[in-house]
């Protein structure tokens, strides 16, 4: 009898030994299979969208369902920080990983009828991307380098764009052109005043194309767009969603862009050299305009995520939505109205947190939880070393970013930041850094001041309490890493004003 157990046993374990072995030696399912590729990556960035602009995060004017629908498949960042507080530095500190002190564009600064231009031999999201195989494309909003410069799109890593080279054109909903790779697309229903062609729309449009052209590779998808941003216009369809339910409002007339001492009639001539050229247009119902934008934006969001589905490539899709800085005042905008920063002081071009604070959410089925939320401390510096893990994909070392990709996947060893840091090169010059809970500005330090405000972010998040006489040894740490978190570049001193475009 004891034989034959032993004999039953020896069979048993031979046949859970050949089990496992043709078990492992069998072809993964297919979602084995989806769950080992490389994610599709789509980044999605709203600019000037204030943190309190969606309605998961309070919006009570107008809703952005489709956003909230992708805040509950995903992790929404509680502490997510912009590059800047304006439009190219805060881009030139998601592409690079680097913050503004060590970012090679810190400013806004108009040259050639673009921007100045990134390094050609900068490492790059998109190079970083495309080095690891996957396929890249820009749709939106661009800003850092005019057509043919080493900041081009093209030489930085992008195989294809469409869009607003110069980040001065797409201040106008319906301009006369877009740029097409390397080629300028004439907008025929756009050319002298007609107002024919929504290049949101046209944009979007190139955007699905790109998707469903590259179904079957692995992509990256930029999606700056240029919505909320003032000029303030939306197609009539979206504007009428409002007009009936908005309360009377003071229309916007435009003023001159070079200030009030210089006013002209306004951007509507098309005689001004301004027109489509940069100038804003005027609108007599700014608070539906820019509820109608934003619903707009939330409708691309919508397309995005049902075409993804539709493909059978959502599961795998890393998706992030978030804004280049907090809302503006520009154009007739109001974000007091719509109270646009939220539970936050300032606006953009401050360094409060209402001007650096921005809304974020990320979303990737197969791999991030839904309904997540973390208080992970990150900005857009550690962008490009999130999705670069995410997508296996390998990178040069010595930048500023923290790859955040354990919060991500719900793993434990994610590293954390001593500290962030900002500069801003407008207004008198400003400077910032966040430490944990406290956070310290500097204003006017073209000026000489050294006064530095200290805020306590958990308990006042609204900055309203300056507690730098309290605690003079956080304000000595702050002053010092001030002056350590940055290198001085020629290009952009930090010693007198520099004049910028908006």
Excluded at 145 to 170: C, H, W
Aim: glycine share 10%; hydrophobic share 35%; charged share 20%.
């Amino acid at each position: 009898m004891e034989n034959q157990l032993q004999q039953i046993t020896a069979k048993f374990l031979v046949f859970t030994l050949l089990s496992v072995a043709v078990a492992a030696c069998s072809p993964a399912t297919e979602e084995e299979k989806e769950q080992d590729k490389k994610p599709n990556i789509i980044y999605i960035l709203a600019d000037d969208l204030g943190y309190g602009d969606l309605s998961f995060l309070g919006q009570e004017k107008f809703q952005t369902p489709h956003i909230d629908d992708l805040a509950a498949r995903g992790m929404v960042f509680t502490q997510h920080y912009a590059g800047s507080t304006v439009c190219a530095p805060s881009r030139s500190a998601l592409m690079t990983g680097l913050h503004t002190g060590h970012t090679p564009i810190r400013g806004n600064r108009g040259l050639k009828g673009g921007q100045y231009p990134l390094p050609e031999d900068i490492q790059t999201l998109p190079k970083v991307l495309k080095d690891a195989g996957y396929v890249t494309g820009a749709f939106g909003k661009w800003g850092l380098g005019f057509p043919g410069s080493t900041g081009d799109p093209l030489v930085q890593g992008f195989d294809v764009f469409f869009g607003y080279n110069s980040q001065t054109i797409a201040h106008n909903y319906y301009p006369r052109e877009l740029n097409d790779n390397d080629a300028i697309l004439a907008l025929e229903g756009n050319q002298g005043t007609d107002e024919g062609q929504y290049a949101p729309e046209l944009i979007q449009e190139r955007r699905l194309q790109f998707i469903e052209t590259n179904k079957d590779t692995t992509f990256f998808l930029y999606m700056p767009s240029i919505i909320p941003h003032a000029e303030l216009f939306a197609p009539q369809e979206y504007m009428e969603m409002f007009l009936k339910r908005t309360s009377p409002e003071p229309p916007y007339q435009y003023e001159s862009l070079l200030g009030p001492e210089m006013p002209y009639e306004g951007v509507d001539d098309p005689d001004h050299p301004r027109y489509k050229v940069g100038g804003y247009g005027s609108q007599p119902y700014p608070h539906a305009a820019f509820a109608a934008m934003v619903t707009l934006l939330d409708d691309q969001v919508g397309q995005i995520v049902s075409a993804l589905d539709s493909l059978g490539i959502l599961e795998n899709t890393l998706i992030v939505f978030t804004s280049d800085n907090g809302p503006h005042h520009e154009g007739g905008a109001d974000p007091d109205y719509f109270n646009s920063n939220g539970p936050f002081q300032g606006y953009k071009r401050d360094l409060h947190e209402g001007g650096i604070h921005v809304p974020m959410i990320a979303s990737w089925p197969a791999k991030v939880r839904a309904g997540s939320q973390t208080d992970h401390i990150s900005a857009f510096w550690d962008i490009l070393p999130t999705l670069a893990d995410a997508a296996g994909a390998s990178y040069e070392q010595g930048i500023d970013g923290i790859s955040f990709l354990p919060t991500l996947l719900g793993k434990s060893g994610q590293e954390t930041h001593h500290h962030l840091y900002w500069e801003f090169h407008e207004q008198g010059g400003k400077q910032a850094v966040r430490m944990g809970k406290w956070k310290g500005i500097r204003l006017d330090v073209f000026d000489g001041n050294q006064a530095i405000l200290l805020y306590d972010l958990e308990q006042d998040p609204g900055e309203t309490k300056d507690l730098s006489g309290e605690h003079p040894e956080i304000v000595a740490e702050m002053d010092s890493l001030m002056e350590e978190s940055r290198v001085e570049d020629p290009e952009w001193p930090f010693s007198s004003k520099i004049e910028t475009e908006n």
